[in-house]
């Protein structure tokens, strides 16, 4: 029924879409929107519950701290008492899940005593596509801590690792993503 509904009742051709043939140029591949989402979580969070939503914007605080920080995948940090037992026992890296990729490696968010995925954001483990995308962060965050000499203190390991992983999403936005979702003179003033 909505796929009927979608198509153009004033043409002489029944399965012509309302949408304009200009408009159905697709630009962007589709893991643009997952990716979006996932840099969205890093920017933005509004916890008002629904029944308690205004139209006014100006009342909505952002719980999201509105930097591409990666905050919500590191939460407080392997030191902390909230979110310590996202990472593993080196004090560096993030644990993870046991769902393995066909060459054994494993991808997937740490689960907890209940077998329910875990992350610094409760938004990430509930949504089907974001939830490989943070695992995936996360792998890239220990292969960071891989590459530097294991005789560095954990606290620094760590620290280093998250700068790299920050450095390494703020290129991607910038140069893919912001790049491919603009119009090429307002990116070449803005980013170039």
Known sequence: ALGR???NRLSQNPDETRIPFGDRTITLPAGFTYFGQFIDHDITRDDTDLDDASD???AVVNGGGGRLDLDH???DGPDSERHGHLFAEDGASFRLGETRLPNGAQFDLPLNDRGEPQSADDRSPENFIL???TAMFMKLHNQAVLELPATTRPALR???ARLRLRRT???HVRHCVLSQARSPP???RVCC
């Open 5 to 7: 509904s979608m198509q």
């Open 56 to 58: 006014d914007l100006s």
């Open 73 to 75: 995948l590191y939460g």
């Open 131 to 133: 939830r490989p995308i």
């Open 158 to 160: 760590f620290a280093r």
């Open 169 to 171: 999403k703020h290129w």
């Open 186 to 188: 307002v990116y070449s």
